[in-house]
């Protein structure tokens, strides 16, 4: 799929699904047409490095019937780009709308051990905006892939801004994934104290290149509320209780001896 503007056809195709089902939906990593590439040059056709998420992840929070999905919005390289893309996620409502809309910042530009050189800048413009959003589980902040190993970006969005779940569908591959995809999802549920649904693109994509899956969801005190094994495509659904969130905050208040700590090491 090449880039689109956000009221292109694949994102009016995502708003009538989300009316037909009456489901809010979480689109991530959805290639948002940028500007034009300067001179109007094209890029080669290895684009190698894109954050989809195919796997879906859903969950309901205990006052609400409505559910929150974490659907892919999977993409192909386009061997003659003549504009860069922004990485988007975009949360649509029950009714269609288009809620919020945030633009990955910390693009993947790394050599993964016994795995392929992956060059996200060389298509991709970064992100300058956090974003959080009002939705049927919560507070709910929107990141993509490998922000998730960024923590001072989450605990802004936890305590500063207020969220109390956070999306990443993400597209790790199978080296980085196997390493640190559960670790890392656990640690920001953990340190941030929030609810992390975490859905996960699985599966080959070419001879060179291969992502982990093992889409989750993580409560605040880190436990797995459920997860797909494997490079198998699902749905993973818990129920979100935002009563325990707030009983963990309260009895761990890490937000505020943060606030007292900064006094200390920030400056």
Not at 30 to 45: I, M, R, V
Not at 126 to 135: A, E, H, I, Q, T
Request: proline share 6%; hydrophobic share 40%; glycine share 8%.
């Amino acid at each position: 799929m090449a880039a689109e503007p956000l009221n292109g056809p694949t994102m009016q195709k995502y708003q009538d699904l989300a009316r037909q089902h009456r489901l809010w939906l979480s689109l991530g990593g959805f290639q948002e047409q940028g500007p034009p590439l300067p001179h109007g040059g094209d890029l080669p056709a290895e684009r190698q490095a894109q954050s989809t998420s195919s796997s879906s992840a859903a969950q309901s929070s205990d006052d609400t019937s409505q559910d929150l999905a974490a659907a892919g919005a999977p993409s192909q390289p386009n061997p003659a780009l003549t504009r860069r893309l922004y990485n988007a996620h975009v949360v649509l409502s029950d009714t269609g709308a288009l809620v919020a809309h945030y633009r990955k910042i910390h693009l993947f530009d790394v050599d993964v051990p016994n795995g392929p050189v992956l060059l996200e800048s060389r298509t991709t413009l970064p992100g300058d905006k956090l974003v959080v959003c009002d939705s049927p589980v919560g507070r709910l902040a929107l990141t993509v892939c490998y922000d998730l190993r960024f923590p001072e970006m989450w605990q802004r969005l936890a305590f500063d801004m207020g969220a109390q779940a956070v999306a990443v569908p993400s597209a790790f591959t199978k080296t980085t994934g196997e390493a640190h995809w559960e670790l890392l999802c656990r640690a920001r549920a953990v340190e941030c104290q929030a609810f992390v649904i975490a859905a996960a693109q699985a599966g080959k994509h070419s001879e060179k290149r291969e992502s982990f899956g093992h889409s989750l969801i993580v409560d605040p005190w880190g436990a797995v509320l459920t997860k797909l094994d494997g490079s198998e495509t699902g749905v993973a659904v818990a129920d979100l209780d935002l009563e325990r969130l707030e009983a963990v905050r309260q009895k761990m208040p890490i937000v505020h001896h943060r606030q007292k700590g900064h006094r200390a090491y920030l400056t």
